[in-house]
């Protein structure tokens, strides 16, 4: 039963907070900003949001060639179909329970490809940490372009005993799960080093690949589409088409991190997006449509490369 209520609070959790914070935007609009919202909905430009999405595509089938990059090491040459499509029901999965992805698209291989879960893994871990040190470097050069505007914005939004206080909690905390997994000897602490030892080859597998160049091209490419899908979406809206080199990196960057928070994104993204543009002189309504857009759009992408991914791996996989 505590297992079953935990799956269902991981669910319920991220989705309660994603309808929270659209019940909260929306109630304190004014009739005259829900109408102005609803006129940025029918006025957009919907051939730039399509020209997004197909960069968000590409930048998917990118990543599925590079993860063969860190899977040949091992010994392992999957199709690149087979990779594409489990990282669209990756994409998908985590749309409904949050960090599920991850799982699945360890799950595919092994069934499909027949590459153990636990080394598959240990790639998609692996690629995680590269992702987040370029969405790092996307931070910083946020902070250095706008850093007064958003220092004064953290500031103003939350007091700094507060910060100083989760940076302790978060040091503390560290350091109590590292003594647990040094000293400590339970099962579960034995669980969790037999499972980081099989992980092991899956990780270093960036370090043993022979195609590090190729690996480091694509990973540019990956993260050059998502900036550019986010750009080109900005010509949407008249009121979003003229903002700066700056501002976007700062959106993106925000974006990025709200996929965290709620069933990607989910309520949080059309949020920070808009809470964000507001500083730079958007629009409430226009950056909240904006932010909508942006979401519902690549939702809906996943959703139809998911499903069909589904439909397609019993299929193409057939003889195998």
């Not at 998908?92 to 291989?109: A, C, D, H, T, Y």
């Not at 309504?285 to 499903?307: K, Q, R």
Request: glycine share 6%; aromatic share 16%; hydrophobic share 50%.
């Amino acid at each position: 039963m505590n297992k079953t209520l935990s799956k269902i609070l991981k669910i319920a959790i991220p989705l309660g907070l994603g309808i929270f914070l659209i019940w909260y935007i929306y109630q304190q609009f004014t009739p005259s900003q829900l109408k102005e919202t609803k006129e940025h909905f029918k006025n957009a430009h919907y051939g730039f949001v399509a020209l997004s999405v197909l960069l968000s595509i590409l930048s998917h089938l990118s990543r599925a060639y590079r993860w063969s990059f860190m899977l040949q090491p091992l010994g392992y040459t999957p199709k690149l179909a087979n990779n594409f499509m489990a990282i669209s029901v990756a994409y998908l999965m985590n749309i409904f329970i949050p960090k599920s992805g991850e799982v699945s698209r360890g799950i595919i291989l092994d069934k499909y490809e027949n590459i153990p879960f636990e080394k598959g893994f240990g790639t998609i871990i692996s690629e995680r940490i590269v992702d987040l040190l370029f969405l790092l470097a996307f931070t910083g050069l946020a902070l250095f372009l706008k850093f007064d505007v958003l220092y004064d914005y953290v500031v103003s939004s939350i007091p700094p005993s507060f910060l100083y206080k989760a940076v302790i909690a978060f040091v503390i905390f560290t350091a109590l799960v590292l003594l647990f997994l040094k000293f400590s000897k339970s099962k579960i602490n034995t669980k969790i080093k037999n499972f980081v030892i099989g992980l092991k080859d899956g990780v270093l597998s960036v370090v043993k690949m022979k195609k590090k160049g190729a690996f480091i091209f694509h990973t540019f490419l990956i993260w050059g589409l998502y900036l550019l899908s986010f750009y080109v979406a900005t010509k949407a809206l008249d009121e979003t088409t003229t903002i700066g080199f700056g501002t976007i990196i700062i959106a993106f960057v925000v974006g990025s991190f709200t996929f965290a928070f709620t069933n990607s994104g989910f309520g949080t993204y059309p949020a920070a997006i808009a809470g964000i543009l507001v500083l730079f002189s958007v629009p409430i309504t226009a950056g909240t449509a904006f932010g909508w857009i942006v979401w519902t759009s690549n939702i809906a992408s996943i959703l139809i490369f998911g499903v069909l991914s589904l439909l397609l791996l019993p299929i193409y996989n057939k003889k195998t």
